[in-house]
């Protein structure tokens, strides 16, 4: 095991974009994008700098979005832009080609801890964790994931989109491990995903096959048979670190998430 000085230096990419215009996040704030919305009187898009910023692990991260002159309301973040002690690059038109083109701005053999902006309960223990187990699996692309029951035991009546893979389901945490050249690949994937939105199921049984998919409605598919089936399509090495954090799952998609987040921010406090 690795100690404190041999630990590997990993890049963090850091999606900060609004998908589409009039995020109902942004609206209800009152800001110009989601990533500036206030959560307990701190915009959402410092937090989760914050939470990055205090890892040991991260050595370098970059901003994907949102554009600059939005930044200006953030006088600390635009001046560690200008100095480069932060990176920045425009936004692409879906998560995806971001993701990509964020990829793009770092060395190839660098590892890259992707995640999102709205992860307002990001906490540098859950980084930490997630890093640790990602660069122990030898895959090529790791994905957070956390149990349904432990979201539900942490936020009771709380409603999270899960998949019910069999020995789940499994809450997505937004957060993603690129841990070789090879799994920058996965993006690839992604974009396709997301260019048949409206019919998501193609790609997917393009990629696990009809007998796969069959075993998933049927409640049989594991975690496990998953990722070992998309590995042998996509020739990749996937693999997931479920997380032990109820918070990990909790991103602020509607209004309703930025006050739930704020009522666990003022319970902390108080």
Known sequence: MKNHFEMTAWSALVLAADRHENDPVAVDAGVPCKALAPVAGVPMLQRVLDAISASDRIRRITLVGPPRKWLQELPDISRRIDSNSLGWIEPAPSPSASAWQGLQELPEHQPVLVTTTDHALLSTRMI???????????????????????????????????????????????????????????????????????????????????????????????????????????????????????????????????????????????
Request: with cysteine; net charge positive.
């Open 128 to 270: 930490d964790y997630f890093l640790d187990h990602a660069e122990r699996s030898g895959c090529d692309f790791v994905v957070g994931l956390a149990r349904l029951e432990t979201v539900q035991a942490g936020f009771p009546g709380s409603r999270r989109t899960a998949t019910r893979l069999r020995g789940g389901p499994y809450c997505g945490c937004n957060l993603f491990a690129v841990n070789t050249p090879r799994g920058r690949e996965l993006t690839a994937f992604w974009r396709r995903v997301e260019e048949q939105r409206k019919k998501p199921w193609r790609v997917i049984v393009g990629a696990l096959g009809w007998r796969a998919v069959l075993s998933y409605f049927a409640g049989r598919l594991t975690l496990e048979q998953a990722l070992e089936r998309l590995s042998q399509r996509l020739g990749l090495r996937l693999g997931a670190v479920v997380l032990p954090f109820a918070e990990a799952a909790v991103d602020v998609d509607t209004p309703a998430d930025r006050q739930l987040v704020e009522r666990v921010l003022a319970a902390r406090q108080g």
